[in-house]
């Protein structure tokens, strides 16, 4: 066979090759070419008939042709694999800007007193202060009597309390005027020394633009031996810092009445007021954030705490003034209205849980 | 309680500043809750002069005017007819703010001439309503100056807030004393003469009570004047009436006003030509009434304190005299009363009759028990000087009731409970100005409260003196001591469970609401509370009359308020107390959870990768159990079971339960009646987990025993069951599961079918069993064995009590 016959066979071969449109076509070029009954392979067969001096030369120009269409065939069959993952990928193309379900945590809120309740306990907890509890409709006994507020007491007219029905005025149960009642539970369960704060609702008879018939106060309550109006002070200006998140607060104590505390003292925060803003630490404006005291001796004999060996203090914050004076709420009636444009706009992400360590809001 | 600077300084001997008394006052536990001061709401109005009046050229009804005003002479249109030439009144210039009309002055353009300012009338200074024309004010007054102190009005008006403990603050002296003990001035003294008595009172004073309730009125002294002149009183007395918001009536009962305001003394004056034999103290009887000097007729009953002449009630003690006998014009004797009146019975009294009073107010407080006898001397004293007559001698019937007794005082309590250490001298001084004598030396005194403070009778009470006039921002503010280096966790399991639900149901896209906890008595009966027991006495209103016995009628209402707000699809819920009794445990805590509309885990509403499944059991409780599972409880520790309350749709609810007693919660879609009662629309679908929360055991917060993952991969066989419609998984699952104990892990539904090829009646199940070898690897023979007997145990009964193999070939899928 003249090498003219082989360069022939593999100027086809290759034409073949290079005009597959498809990976199946390919296979039957390669067949045709390389396969037993391939034309190439047949030529290869031929081998065995030639004398060796001819074969040499002759299986060194046939093996040239198969190395040749081989090498097209890979290349060819790249290209094609190439091309047909470019069209299946053409045609999976996708409108990548429709907007995804933005998933159950972005849907999801934490109510504002809920987080601020979160807060406020953490700040209390690393000040080692224990969350206590007690039920919202209490015993007359732990709700004023047992806080010396004795009937008749011109203070249990200032509670706009809420009665039961059927219990008798004066000694029935009532709902919860304040936080305070579980200072008395917190005393008559353990011994001191204790250090409590006791979150939780209150009600009270009252009802308009500032004022709804339900709202969250917490308690604090430090008793031991030795704690005075200077550790209330510092725990409270700590609190307010803390909460706040400022360096420093400006605070003013003025001395008031309660009659479960003696001294008693109202504490006003300062603030300065930009445009619907109020900002806490800045200003010279007083806004009143809460009630403390010492412990009246009369409380402490209530629940058979010596007033001679145990003293400590009490306060009383309404948590949705705290809420509504840091994260700007105008509207105390909306925290209870289940609004979910409300809930939605002021309520926090389920896993921005307040941490000391990594900031509370 | 409001008084004036003049009326403060008649007691009160100061150079400071009205800020700093303000300041003062509010420090010391006399909060200001406002201080008004005329003159500088007036100040840019000035006394001005009419020089010209004219006709203005262009209108009948306005002239115009050429107005001195001290600085220049400035052209005013004026309207008002009384406006002439040499006239004196009050001038408004251009950039002053004009009350009465709520408006700042700028120059004006009145019918072609041009006008500065403007001429005030009494009404556009809110002074009065007056309006007829323009203030005419004397003719010594001076052009230039302040218009306010022109009118009278440059007396500032302090109103203080005082705390129930404090009677002694409401009169202008127990004010002045206390700032004199906070060193903002000196008390003035000012000893009350006794009035000597022209002749014996000819009215008896009698005090008509027993052994019991002889402190309903334990002193009243009680005198005649005869022949006064009663009229209206002077112009100061009305002046300081007026600034604090009473309405002068005539001298005697002005009189009355101005004592109680000045000295915390209430007294009543009657006309004494009215009385008919003695007066008498006493209680009242039933049957009774009389005519207050309201204009109202009160029933009085055998507990209150009444004034009573030989036949008829003059008057409630203590609260509000009769019209009969009060005193007027015409009085020409007057009988004088100042009493004292059980502070107790005086409340009582005021709250059930409904009357509030200014005296009331007082006595129920507790005033100053030896004041009887300087209040009627002082009354007197005022009754001649204003109105002339003649006084008898003073009656008085009774004893005053004694004031606290002297206690023991250890100064070092003060450092003690406030950590301030003070010089005794300090101490001393400060108590000494309010009265309160130190008796002996030392740490350890008798202390003797003064007879008008009844709020001191222990040791704390002088501290908390001492405190509030030393001022808090002395005291240093001390660090607690550390408990620990690093804080303890405080939280109880309670509270961690009710933290971790909370966020784990905002987490599985729900939003906390916080909602009443009082709800309609109809919606209170419908999720089975609404006893009367727990109906409130004075609900705000119908819809919050009863206290909730379940979270989800208000997550419901509020559901629905939101869907008719126009969001149709989402979910809410709340974690709360719900009420079965007055008693402390029948207050549990409580988590409850609705979606509404299309809402699932995967989201609310239409989407285009697919809208949300309607709002269904499935995914109510697939919430119920993520809250369980968090604290411990998953599938495979709760069974399911069908006993839902009848508030949820009975085909479509269950409960969760931890054995048959044990209640964890309770989920379903709502029944159509309830969600009719409560007006709202379905799907709705809600879950509650009340033990949940309030479960006492404490769930595992680490794994107490190491894990089991296996290296030996896991053989999973499907099955397929066709069982009787009715038939719950549960059931199978429970059976399946029980086959092998060892190596079954897991098995999970993954088919519910009925259709074609199921007979009528019938549904199919197919499960998945996944099988774990612990220690080596399963042979072919030891899969099928325990395919047998998941067979064996799904069609035995009671589990699956008319199950069959629906197909007997299980295909590995491994």
């Given at each position: 066979m003249a090498a003219s016959e082989l360069d022939t066979l593999k100027a086809e071969l290759l034409e073949e090759v290079a005009s597959a449109s498809d990976l199946a076509r390919l296979e039957e070029v390669r067949v045709g070419a390389l396969g037993k009954k391939g034309r190439v392979s047949a030529l290869m067969q031929r081998l065995g008939a030639m004398p060796p001096e001819e074969r040499r030369d002759f299986g060194q120009a046939v093996n040239a042709v198969k190395v040749a269409v081989s090498d097209a065939l890979d290349a060819k069959r790249e290209t094609l694999a190439r091309e047909a993952t470019a069209a299946r990928l053409a045609a999976e193309r996708a409108d990548v800007t429709l907007p995804v379900r933005e998933g159950p945590l972005a849907e999801g809120r934490v109510h504002p007193v809920s987080q601020v309740t979160d807060e406020i306990t953490e700040i209390f907890a690393d000040m080692g202060f224990s969350i206590a509890e007690g039920p919202d409709i209490e015993t007359d006994f732990n709700n004023f009597t047992a806080l010396n507020i004795p009937p008749e007491h011109p203070a249990r007219q200032d509670h706009d309390t809420f009665y039961f029905a059927e219990a008798q005025t004066g000694r029935g149960p009532v709902l919860r005027t304040h936080t305070s009642p579980v200072q008395i539970r917190t005393m008559l369960a353990n011994k001191p020394p204790l250090r409590i704060i006791a979150p939780g609702r209150v009600y009270r008879c009252d009802s308009d633009q500032t004022h709804t018939p339900m709202f969250h106060q917490v308690e604090g309550l430090v008793i031991d031996e030795e704690t005075h109006l200077g550790h209330?002070?510092?725990?409270?200006?700590?609190?307010?810092?803390?909460?706040?998140?400022?360096?420093?607060?400006?605070?003013?104590?003025?001395?008031?009445?309660?009659?479960?505390?003696?001294?008693?003292?109202?504490?006003?925060?300062?603030?300065?007021?930009?445009?619907?803003?109020?900002?806490?630490?800045?200003?010279?404006?007083?806004?009143?954030?809460?009630?403390?005291?010492?412990?009246?001796?009369?409380?402490?004999?209530?629940?058979?705490?010596?007033?001679?060996?145990?003293?400590?203090?009490?306060?009383?914050?309404?948590?949705?003034?705290?809420?509504?004076?840091?994260?700007?709420?105008?509207?105390?009636?909306?925290?209870?209205?289940?609004?979910?444009?409300?809930?939605?706009?002021?309520?926090?992400?389920?896993?921005?849980?307040?941490?000391?360590?990594?900031?509370?809001? | 309680?409001?008084?004036?600077?003049?009326?403060?300084?008649?007691?009160?001997?100061?150079?400071?500043?009205?800020?700093?008394?303000?300041?003062?006052?509010?420090?010391?536990?006399?909060?200001?809750?406002?201080?008004?001061?005329?003159?500088?709401?007036?100040?840019?109005?000035?006394?001005?002069?009419?020089?010209?009046?004219?006709?203005?050229?262009?209108?009948?009804?306005?002239?115009?005017?050429?107005?001195?005003?001290?600085?220049?002479?400035?052209?005013?249109?004026?309207?008002?007819?009384?406006?002439?030439?040499?006239?004196?009144?009050?001038?408004?210039?251009?950039?002053?703010?004009?009350?009465?009309?709520?408006?700042?002055?700028?120059?004006?353009?009145?019918?072609?001439?041009?006008?500065?300012?403007?001429?005030?009338?009494?009404?556009?200074?809110?002074?009065?309503?007056?309006?007829?024309?323009?203030?005419?004010?004397?003719?010594?007054?001076?052009?230039?100056?302040?218009?306010?102190?022109?009118?009278?009005?440059?007396?500032?008006?302090?109103?203080?807030?005082?705390?129930?403990?404090?009677?002694?603050?409401?009169?202008?002296?127990?004010?002045?004393?206390?700032?004199?003990?906070?060193?903002?001035?000196?008390?003035?003294?000012?000893?009350?003469?006794?009035?000597?008595?022209?002749?014996?009172?000819?009215?008896?004073?009698?005090?008509?009570?027993?052994?019991?309730?002889?402190?309903?009125?334990?002193?009243?002294?009680?005198?005649?004047?005869?022949?006064?002149?009663?009229?209206?009183?002077?112009?100061?007395?009305?002046?300081?009436?007026?600034?604090?918001?009473?309405?002068?009536?005539?001298?005697?009962?002005?009189?009355?006003?101005?004592?109680?305001?000045?000295?915390?003394?209430?007294?009543?004056?009657?006309?004494?030509?009215?009385?008919?034999?003695?007066?008498?103290?006493?209680?009242?009887?039933?049957?009774?009434?009389?005519?207050?000097?309201?204009?109202?007729?009160?029933?009085?009953?055998?507990?209150?304190?009444?004034?009573?002449?030989?036949?008829?009630?003059?008057?409630?003690?203590?609260?509000?005299?009769?019209?009969?006998?009060?005193?007027?014009?015409?009085?020409v004797n007057v009988f004088i009363e100042s009493a004292y009146f059980d502070p107790k019975r005086t409340a009582r009294t005021g709250r059930t009759l409904n009357i509030v009073s200014d005296a009331r107010f007082r006595f129920e407080r507790g005033i100053d028990p030896q004041s009887a006898e300087p209040g009627i001397e002082l009354a007197t004293a005022m009754v001649l000087d204003l109105c002339g007559g003649e006084a008898s001698d003073v009656t008085v019937a009774g004893r005053a009731p004694k004031s606290n007794p002297p206690f023991r005082f250890d100064l070092r309590l003060i450092g003690r409970l406030s950590g301030l250490s003070l010089l005794h001298r300090d101490i001393l001084r400060k108590l000494k100005a309010l009265g309160i004598a130190l008796e002996g030396d030392g740490h350890v005194r008798k202390a003797a409260p003064p007879s008008w403070r009844p709020d001191l009778s222990i040791p704390a009470d002088l501290v908390e003196e001492i405190v509030r006039l030393t001022g808090v921002d002395r005291i240093p503010a001390t660090p607690l001591s550390h408990l620990s280096g690093v804080a303890k966790p405080v939280l109880t399991p309670a509270q961690k469970r009710a933290r971790t639900v909370r966020r784990l149901l905002a987490a599985r896209g729900l939003v906390e609401a916080v909602t009443w906890s009082f709800i309609p008595e109809s919606e209170a009966a419908l999720f089975g509370g609404g006893d009367a027991a727990l109906a409130l006495d004075n609900p705000i209103s119908t819809e919050m009359s009863h206290m909730r016995p379940s979270l989800l009628p208000g997550l419901i209402s509020a559901a629905k308020r939101n869907r008719d707000r126009g969001f149709a699809d989402g979910g809410l819920f709340e974690l709360g107390n719900a009420y079965r009794g007055l008693e402390a445990q029948d207050q549990s805590a409580a988590a409850s959870g609705v979606r509404f509309g299309q809402s699932s885990l995967a989201g609310a509403g239409r989407h285009w990768s697919g809208a949300a499944p309607e709002a269904g059991w499935a995914a109510v409780k697939a919430d119920a159990m993520a809250a369980l599972e968090a604290l411990g409880l998953g599938q495979g520790k709760v069974q399911i079971t069908r006993e839902a309350p009848d508030w949820f749709h009975p085909g479509r609810s269950g409960a969760i339960k931890l054995g048959p007693k044990t209640t964890l919660g309770v989920f379903g879609e709502l029944h159509p009646d309830t969600l009719a009662k409560l007006d709202a629309d379905g799907p709705m679908a809600a879950s509650r987990s009340i033990s949940a929360i309030c479960r006492p055991r404490k769930p595992k917060a680490r794994p107490s025993r190491p894990s089991d993952a296996s290296d030996l991969q896991a053989v999973r066989r499907d099955f397929a069951f066709l069982v009787d419609a009715d038939t719950d998984a549960g059931a199978l699952i429970r059976a399946a599961s029980g086959a092998d104990r060892v190596l079954i892990s897991d098995v999970s539904v993954f088919d519910e079918f009925t259709g074609q090829g199921v007979p009528e009646g019938k549904k199919s199940l197919a499960i998945e069993v996944t099988l774990q070898p612990r220690d080596k690897t399963l042979t072919d023979e030891e899969i099928d064995a325990v395919a047998e007997k998941v067979v064996a145990g799904a069609t035995r009964p009671p589990a699956a009590r008319c199950a069959r193999p629906f197909s007997g070939s299980h295909s590995p899928t491994n």
């Amino acid at each position: 066979m003249a090498a003219s016959e082989l360069d022939t066979l593999k100027a086809e071969l290759l034409e073949e090759v290079a005009s597959a449109s498809d990976l199946a076509r390919l296979e039957e070029v390669r067949v045709g070419a390389l396969g037993k009954k391939g034309r190439v392979s047949a030529l290869m067969q031929r081998l065995g008939a030639m004398p060796p001096e001819e074969r040499r030369d002759f299986g060194q120009a046939v093996n040239a042709v198969k190395v040749a269409v081989s090498d097209a065939l890979d290349a060819k069959r790249e290209t094609l694999a190439r091309e047909a993952t470019a069209a299946r990928l053409a045609a999976e193309r996708a409108d990548v800007t429709l907007p995804v379900r933005e998933g159950p945590l972005a849907e999801g809120r934490v109510h504002p007193v809920s987080q601020v309740t979160d807060e406020i306990t953490e700040i209390f907890a690393d000040m080692g202060f224990s969350i206590a509890e007690g039920p919202d409709i209490e015993t007359d006994f732990n709700n004023f009597t047992a806080l010396n507020i004795p009937p008749e007491h011109p203070a249990r007219q200032d509670h706009d309390t809420f009665y039961f029905a059927e219990a008798q005025t004066g000694r029935g149960p009532v709902l919860r005027t304040h936080t305070s009642p579980v200072q008395i539970r917190t005393m008559l369960a353990n011994k001191p020394p204790l250090r409590i704060i006791a979150p939780g609702r209150v009600y009270r008879c009252d009802s308009d633009q500032t004022h709804t018939p339900m709202f969250h106060q917490v308690e604090g309550l430090v008793i031991d031996e030795e704690t005075h109006l200077g550790h209330l002070k510092w725990v409270l200006e700590e609190f307010c810092k803390a909460f706040f998140e400022v360096p420093e607060v400006k605070m003013r104590f003025r001395a008031s009445h309660f009659p479960f505390t003696e001294p008693s003292m109202e504490v006003d925060i300062g603030y300065a007021k930009a445009g619907d803003e109020i900002r806490i630490g800045e200003g010279d404006q007083w806004l009143e954030i809460l009630g403390c005291g010492m412990v009246h001796p009369n409380v402490l004999k209530a629940v058979d705490l010596d007033p001679k060996k145990y003293q400590g203090f009490a306060f009383g914050v309404g948590i949705d003034r705290l809420t509504m004076l840091k994260y700007g709420m105008p509207d105390l009636r909306a925290f209870f209205s289940g609004d979910l444009r409300w809930l939605k706009h002021y309520g926090f992400p389920p896993l921005s849980v307040p941490t000391l360590a990594g900031g509370l809001s | 309680m409001k008084f004036t600077l003049s009326w403060l300084k008649e007691h009160l001997d100061t150079e400071a500043s009205v800020e700093e008394i303000a300041d003062t006052l509010t420090l010391i536990g006399l909060e200001i809750e406002e201080v008004l001061d005329p003159a500088k709401a007036l100040g840019e109005f000035r006394v001005a002069e009419v020089v010209t009046a004219e006709k203005h050229p262009d209108a009948d009804k306005l002239q115009v005017l050429q107005v001195n005003t001290g600085k220049e002479t400035l052209q005013v249109v004026c309207g008002a007819p009384n406006a002439r030439a040499g006239m004196k009144g009050v001038f408004a210039p251009v950039g002053a703010y004009v009350p009465g009309i709520d408006l700042t002055l700028t120059k004006a353009n009145i019918r072609g001439v041009e006008s500065n300012g403007m001429m005030a009338s009494e009404r556009e200074l809110e002074l009065s309503d007056e309006h007829t024309g323009i203030i005419e004010l004397p003719a010594k007054s001076r052009v230039g100056s302040s218009a306010a102190k022109a009118l009278g009005l440059d007396d500032v008006v302090f109103d203080v807030a005082i705390t129930p403990n404090r009677p002694d603050c409401l009169g202008v002296r127990g004010v002045a004393r206390d700032l004199a003990a906070a060193g903002l001035g000196k008390l003035k003294k000012d000893p009350v003469k006794p009035v000597k008595g022209a002749f014996d009172n000819p009215i008896p004073v009698r005090l008509d009570f027993d052994k019991e309730t002889k402190d309903a009125c334990p002193v009243f002294a009680g005198r005649l004047v005869r022949g006064i002149r009663n009229g209206p009183s002077p112009a100061w007395l009305q002046a300081r009436l007026k600034a604090i918001g009473l309405r002068p009536i005539n001298a005697l009962v002005d009189i009355t006003n101005y004592i109680s305001y000045d000295r915390a003394r209430p007294l009543h004056v009657y006309d004494a030509d009215k009385l008919t034999g003695a007066v008498h103290a006493r209680l009242g009887r039933t049957g009774e009434s009389f005519e207050a000097l309201d204009g109202k007729t009160y029933k009085v009953d055998a507990e209150m304190c009444v004034i009573a002449d030989d036949q008829v009630v003059l008057g409630l003690g203590g609260v509000m005299g009769g019209e009969e006998t009060g005193c007027t014009e015409e009085t020409v004797n007057v009988f004088i009363e100042s009493a004292y009146f059980d502070p107790k019975r005086t409340a009582r009294t005021g709250r059930t009759l409904n009357i509030v009073s200014d005296a009331r107010f007082r006595f129920e407080r507790g005033i100053d028990p030896q004041s009887a006898e300087p209040g009627i001397e002082l009354a007197t004293a005022m009754v001649l000087d204003l109105c002339g007559g003649e006084a008898s001698d003073v009656t008085v019937a009774g004893r005053a009731p004694k004031s606290n007794p002297p206690f023991r005082f250890d100064l070092r309590l003060i450092g003690r409970l406030s950590g301030l250490s003070l010089l005794h001298r300090d101490i001393l001084r400060k108590l000494k100005a309010l009265g309160i004598a130190l008796e002996g030396d030392g740490h350890v005194r008798k202390a003797a409260p003064p007879s008008w403070r009844p709020d001191l009778s222990i040791p704390a009470d002088l501290v908390e003196e001492i405190v509030r006039l030393t001022g808090v921002d002395r005291i240093p503010a001390t660090p607690l001591s550390h408990l620990s280096g690093v804080a303890k966790p405080v939280l109880t399991p309670a509270q961690k469970r009710a933290r971790t639900v909370r966020r784990l149901l905002a987490a599985r896209g729900l939003v906390e609401a916080v909602t009443w906890s009082f709800i309609p008595e109809s919606e209170a009966a419908l999720f089975g509370g609404g006893d009367a027991a727990l109906a409130l006495d004075n609900p705000i209103s119908t819809e919050m009359s009863h206290m909730r016995p379940s979270l989800l009628p208000g997550l419901i209402s509020a559901a629905k308020r939101n869907r008719d707000r126009g969001f149709a699809d989402g979910g809410l819920f709340e974690l709360g107390n719900a009420y079965r009794g007055l008693e402390a445990q029948d207050q549990s805590a409580a988590a409850s959870g609705v979606r509404f509309g299309q809402s699932s885990l995967a989201g609310a509403g239409r989407h285009w990768s697919g809208a949300a499944p309607e709002a269904g059991w499935a995914a109510v409780k697939a919430d119920a159990m993520a809250a369980l599972e968090a604290l411990g409880l998953g599938q495979g520790k709760v069974q399911i079971t069908r006993e839902a309350p009848d508030w949820f749709h009975p085909g479509r609810s269950g409960a969760i339960k931890l054995g048959p007693k044990t209640t964890l919660g309770v989920f379903g879609e709502l029944h159509p009646d309830t969600l009719a009662k409560l007006d709202a629309d379905g799907p709705m679908a809600a879950s509650r987990s009340i033990s949940a929360i309030c479960r006492p055991r404490k769930p595992k917060a680490r794994p107490s025993r190491p894990s089991d993952a296996s290296d030996l991969q896991a053989v999973r066989r499907d099955f397929a069951f066709l069982v009787d419609a009715d038939t719950d998984a549960g059931a199978l699952i429970r059976a399946a599961s029980g086959a092998d104990r060892v190596l079954i892990s897991d098995v999970s539904v993954f088919d519910e079918f009925t259709g074609q090829g199921v007979p009528e009646g019938k549904k199919s199940l197919a499960i998945e069993v996944t099988l774990q070898p612990r220690d080596k690897t399963l042979t072919d023979e030891e899969i099928d064995a325990v395919a047998e007997k998941v067979v064996a145990g799904a069609t035995r009964p009671p589990a699956a009590r008319c199950a069959r193999p629906f197909s007997g070939s299980h295909s590995p899928t491994n």
